[in-house]
C-alpha cells in the first residue's frame, strides 16, 4: 500500500531534501507541502493524506503541537501525524503526544528508520525514535511530581523573580509557611535551589 504524504516544515530546504528523499522510496508518495500549520490544515482538508510530518517550531502562526490538536480532533480523527523535529525536551515530546501525534522522530535518523516509522504511523501505530521511545519510558517509571495549587501559587510566584518575603505578601501567608512550601517543591522537583526549581517547572509544564 502506498502512504500519502503531506510535508509540514517551515524550511523550504529542509523540504526540498525531505521531498527528494521521500521520492527514492518505495510506496511512499508526498502529495503536498506547507510551510505553516494554517497551510498544512488546509491541504490536509483538500488532500485527504494517511500521514502529516510535521516539525514543531513553525515561525509565525501556530506551532505544530497546535496544529497537529487541529489535524487529530477532526471528523474520523483526521490523519495520522508523524513528528519530524530537532527538539527532544520531555516538554516537546509530551505536548506533542497529547496532541494526538501517532509517533515522534528526530530529523537525525537514518533514512530507512523514517520510513519504517511513516509505514508504522499510517497504520496507525506508535512509531519512537529509539532516544525518545528511552525518554518516554522513564517518565513513565518516574511520572512528573504532583504539586498541590498553594505549591503551584509559589513555584508561579517563583519563576516572576520573586523572594520569600514578596510571596509571603503577595499570598498572604508567612516567610516561614512559604519556606516550608519551598522544601517540599524542592524535594519533589529533584533540585535544591530556587533557579533549579523554575528551569524544572518550565521543562514540565507546571506552571501551567
Given at each position: ?137 522513564a517518565n513513565m517509571r518516574n ?16 519563576s516572576q523573580g520573586l523572594g ?43 506552571l501551567g
Amino acid at each position: 500500500m502506498t502512504v500519502r504524504i503531506l510535508l509540514c516544515d517551515d524550511h523550504a530546504v529542509v523540504r526540498a531534501g525531505l521531498l527528494a528523499l521521500l521520492d527514492s522510496a518505495p510506496d511512499i508518495e508526498v502529495v503536498g507541502e506547507a510551510g505553516t500549520g494554517e497551510e498544512a490544515l488546509a491541504l490536509a482538508a483538500k488532500l485527504v493524506p494517511d500521514v502529516v510530518l510535521m516539525d514543531l517550531q513553525l515561525g509565525e502562526g501556530i506551532d505544530g503541537v497546535e496544529t497537529t490538536r487541529r489535524l487529530t480532533s477532526g471528523p474520523g480523527g483526521g490523519p495520522h501525524v508523524l513528528v519530524l523535529t530537532t527538539y527532544d525536551t520531555d516538554a516537546d515530546i509530551t505536548r506533542a503526544i497529547e496532541a494526538g501525534a501517532t509517533g515522534y522522530l528526530l530529523k537525525a535518523e537514518r533514512p530507512e528508520e523514517l520510513f519504517a516509522a511513516i509505514h508504522t504511523a499510517a497504520q496507525g501505530r506508535t512509531a519512537l525514535s529509539a532516544p525518545i521511545a528511552g525518554r518516554v519510558m522513564a517518565n513513565m517509571r518516574n511520572p512528573r511530581p504532583t504539586l498541590t495549587d498553594r505549591e503551584r501559587e509559589i513555584l508561579g510566584k517563583l519563576s516572576q523573580g520573586l523572594g520569600n518575603r514578596e510571596i509571603a505578601k503577595a499570598l498572604f501567608i508567612s516567610e516561614a509557611t512559604v519556606k516550608t512550601h519551598l522544601g517540599r517543591i524542592y524535594d519533589k522537583l529533584g533540585v535544591d535551589t530556587r533557579a533549579g526549581a523554575v528551569a524544572v517547572a518550565k521543562e514540565q509544564r507546571l506552571l501551567g
